[in-house]
């Protein structure tokens, strides 16, 4: 925990007289109990740090919030004016946070306490594992409340995110999904035959082709057209259909 004393007349002493000041300042301020002075309150600290957090955290989300606990034998003046927070960043984020606290009365102080900030949200994970390959269906779905504080966003709220999406890899249950875990299945593979629909504004054209390429929903790839040999491109709409549009 850093602690910081803000006495200006000291600055041009000489080193030992320093040193002496040091010294007496740290039993001042760690020793059990001195006369006449009274003691601000660790918890008084404490409230003002969870305030301050309270007004900025700027998240819909749960959250809760774990002080790492002062050194119980730090004694710090009892400060006449209210207590003043402040971060060193001007934010608060997930996970570890500094966060200061200063007295700005006549003997003035300050010191940095420690957080940790976990968020809490309904995600989407796993009910059961999947295989590499398999397609992701609602029966391996459920939603639960995690901590997403080291998730990076990366996560799923919804379950039309994720149906019928495919599993890249093999993954368990209790697996909160992210983008690494799925891709788009390929509706078209490289050598099946397609149907290929070219749209214009009066007419709709359908002709057969070979795929030159595997291709997902809403991919444009290359298809061989069997009649006269041309290599086109076109939209993947389902699996053996894609369009072309004029």
């Known amino acids: 925990m850093l602690i910081t004393l ?11 007289k320093n040193i002496v000041i040091l010294l007496t300042l740290f039993f001042v301020f760690f020793a059990p109990g001195h006369a ?16 301050f957090i309270a007004q900025k955290i700027n998240t819909s989300a749960e959250y809760e919030i774990s002080l790492i606990p002062i050194d119980s034998q730090l ?10 927070a402040f971060t060193p960043t001007g934010s608060i984020k997930a996970g570890r946070n500094s966060i200061g ?7 003035k102080w300050s010191i940095f306490t420690s957080s940790i900030i976990k968020f809490y949200q309904q995600v989407l994970v796993l009910s059961k594992p999947v295989q590499r390959g398999e397609i992701i269906t609602s029966q391996h779905l459920s939603l639960e409340k995690r901590d997403v504080s080291n998730l ?3 996560f799923f709220t919804q379950t039309d995110q994720v149906e019928n999406k495919q599993a890249i890899r093999q993954t368990p249950a209790g697996a909160i999904l992210s983008l690494r875990n799925f891709i788009d299945p390929k509706l078209i593979k490289k050598g099946d035959k397609v149907t290929i629909s070219s749209i214009q504004p009066a007419f709709t054209i359908r002709m057969s082709g070979i795929a ?10 290359r298809i061989k057209n069997q009649t006269s040999g041309r ?11 894609a369009a072309v549009t004029y």
């Open 212 to 221: 030159v390429m595997d291709g997902a929903k809403g991919q444009n790839i």
């Open 231 to 241: 290599i086109i491109n076109a939209t993947v709409i389902d699996s053996g259909l």
């Open 36 to 51: 006449g002075q009274r003691i601000q309150s660790h918890a008084s600290i404490d409230e003002a740090v969870n305030n």
């Open 6 to 16: 803000e006495e200006s007349s000291t600055r041009h002493f000489p080193m030992i």
């Open 101 to 107: 606290i200063r007295c700005n009365a006549k003997m």
């Open 75 to 84: 004694k710090l003046p009892e400060c006449a004016e209210p207590l003043e």
């Open 152 to 154: 990076r966003d990366d």
